[in-house]
């Protein structure tokens, strides 16, 4: 006997790990710049070169690229240095082979750069990489049986399939033109540029993204006697990218990662330098799914025959809790300079870092905080810059009723809005905003029919039962369980007996009488 079946694609964790790549190394100030006198500001990013698979494990080659912001020792001026130290890590990955798939995630934390001396410097930090090799199964649903003489069980299901699942990047560049009361660029300095308040909806074999890049950079100009200039600018961007298979009802689960941030300065049409090109590169690793309804067979047999079923154990998934909340912080946070009184805040950037969540009867309680940094200037230093870092811890429920230990889900966390100010006294009053998105999956085993193999019957069993029965409805008896043990069909029962309902009740009296 046939059976029709309909097919979906799932995507399945074949192997995760993780793995911490540990930096102590000293770096020695280039002869072209100047020796340093006072540490102002560090920050650094992972440049993956090389991310190759074997037997068993990732080879990860890349660079640590760690920037610093510093006062030289004798001129008071403000420069800046970038060093470049090798990374090279391996992430044990049992059972992945050289043609996986693998989703490569990382964190730089505890980045800190020490004075040797004034042309030497100590840098440490370690990076957590996160790896995830996903495997796609295709799940053979059995959805009815290919014959009139059967009798089929069946029940309607909501199942997600996935539909998307790949990476692609992004570029976002665009000019920035200096205003005119601005002096011309002689050396930028320091620059970051992030994206906030991403929106990322699936259209028809298309993906579209709207945002905007929170631009902050640091620069001096000709002149010396104009002091460095900083600016912070808001670019916002749309694009429209190409994704074969995506549909305006998938559910999309994407992350976004940073890739590359740079800003170049370009000369204007009268050839002076008051043009700044922005230019970002993101990675987009898509997964979009879709909820779908499926007839699911069940169970089946005949009257006539013997059917014997074979069947396959699946992890099936369904979708519980789609949610999307936001996190609102408020804090103040105490600058402890001695240098001198606070003048201006000039710049203060964060990330998000979800610590740790944990599943309660009202849904997901995601803990983390958020890593800030600001930089700002005094009032008594020929070179007023200074910085400081700071955490802002938060605890939120993400609601999701009905979540269980059964329950898997995606969660992303992003800095959708960040603001500081200065406060009375010596504090900066900071106000974030933090986008928690989740997708909830109920997951459970299901004992699908993969074949029906058909077999005469037990002609001997069949001729010790009676032809007719008159049979008591016992505790947790359906009409289809009855009339699969009797040879009969649950349409017979119903005519015989005259039933109107499809349900049954213990104690009731049923003819049965056997077609076999």
Same mark, same amino acid.
Do not use: C, H, R, W
């Given at each position: 006997m046939e059976l029709k079946k309909e097919s979906i694609q799932m995507l399945r964790i074949k192997n995760k790990a993780a793995a911490q790549a540990t930096f102590d190394e000293d770096y020695n100030v280039s002869d072209v710049k100047p020796d340093i006198g006072r540490l102002v500001q560090s920050k650094a990013d992972v440049s993956m070169e090389e991310v190759r698979l074997s037997e068993g494990r990732a080879l990860l080659k890349g660079t640590l690229n760690a920037d610093l912001l510093y006062v030289g020792e004798k001129e008071g001026r403000i420069y800046s240095l970038?060093?470049?130290?090798?990374?090279?890590?391996?992430?044990?990955?049992?059972?992945?082979?050289g043609g996986d798939k693998l989703c490569l995630k990382w964190e730089i934390e505890d980045l800190s750069v020490h004075m040797i001396h004034s042309r030497k410097l100590n840098i440490k930090a370690i %990076?957590?990489?996160? #790896? @995830? %090799?996903?495997?796609? #199964? @295709? %799940?053979?649903?059995?959805?009815?049986?290919?014959?009139?003489?059967?009798s089929v069980k069946t029940e309607k299901v909501r199942l997600m399939s996935l539909r998307v699942h790949k990476k692609d990047t992004l570029r976002i560049k665009d000019d920035i033109t200096l205003a005119s009361n601005r002096p011309n660029v002689e050396n930028l300095l320091w620059y970051m540029a992030e994206p906030r308040n991403l929106d990322l909806r699936p259209g028809e074999n298309k993906l579209r993204v709207k945002g905007e890049l929170a631009v902050f950079l640091l620069y001096t100009g000709y002149e010396e006697e104009n002091p460095p200039q900083w600016l912070e600018y808001t670019m916002p961007f749309s694009n429209e990218m190409e994704c074969s298979g995506c549909m305006e009802d998938l559910i999309p689960h994407i992350e976004v990662s940073l890739l590359h941030q740079g800003i170049e300065v370009k000369p204007d049409p009268d050839g002076e330098e008051r043009i700044l090109q922005v230019d970002v590169v993101l990675e987009l690793n898509m997964k979009m799914y879709r909820e779908e309804e499926h007839e699911l067979l069940l169970d089946a047999y005949s009257p006539h025959k013997e059917c014997v079923l074979h069947r396959k154990k699946e992890m099936l998934e369904s979708l519980l809790v789609r949610n999307f909340s936001r996190c609102r912080l408020t804090d103040r946070i105490e600058v402890k300079e001695s240098q001198g009184k606070v003048l201006q805040l000039c710049h203060s950037s964060g990330k998000v870092k979800v610590d740790k969540t944990r599943i309660t009867d009202k849904g997901i309680v995601a803990e983390g905080i958020?890593?800030?940094?600001?930089?700002?200037?005094?009032?008594?230093d020929e070179m007023p810059f200074y910085s400081m870092d700071a955490m802002l811890p938060f605890t939120h429920l993400i609601e999701a009723e009905e979540i269980g230990k059964e329950c898997t889900y995606l969660l992303?966390?992003?800095?959708?809005?960040?603001?500081?100010?200065?406060?009375?006294?010596?504090?900066?009053?900071?106000?974030?905003?933090?986008?928690?998105n989740v997708l909830v999956f109920r997951q459970w085993e299901e004992q699908l029919i993969e074949s029906v193999e058909e077999q005469p019957l037990d002609r001997k069993k069949l001729e010790s039962m009676p032809g007719i029965t008159v049979y008591i409805v016992k505790a947790g008896d359906t009409l289809w369980d009855i009339a699969k043990k009797f040879y009969t069909t649950v349409d017979e029962i119903s005519g015989v007996n005259s039933l109107t309902e499809k349900e049954v009740k213990p104690g009731q009296s049923l003819i049965l009488v056997r077609q076999g």
């Open positions: 970038s060093a470049k130290l090798p990374l090279d890590e391996m992430i044990n990955l049992e059972g992945i082979e %990076v957590t990489f996160y #790896a @995830v %090799v996903d495997e796609l #199964a @295709v %799940v053979e649903l059995p959805v009815s049986a290919e014959d009139q003489e059967v958020v890593a800030l940094k600001i930089l700002y200037i005094i009032g008594n992303q966390a992003d800095l959708e809005q960040l603001s500081t100010a200065m406060a009375d006294g010596d504090e900066i009053e900071v106000k974030a905003a933090v986008g928690l």
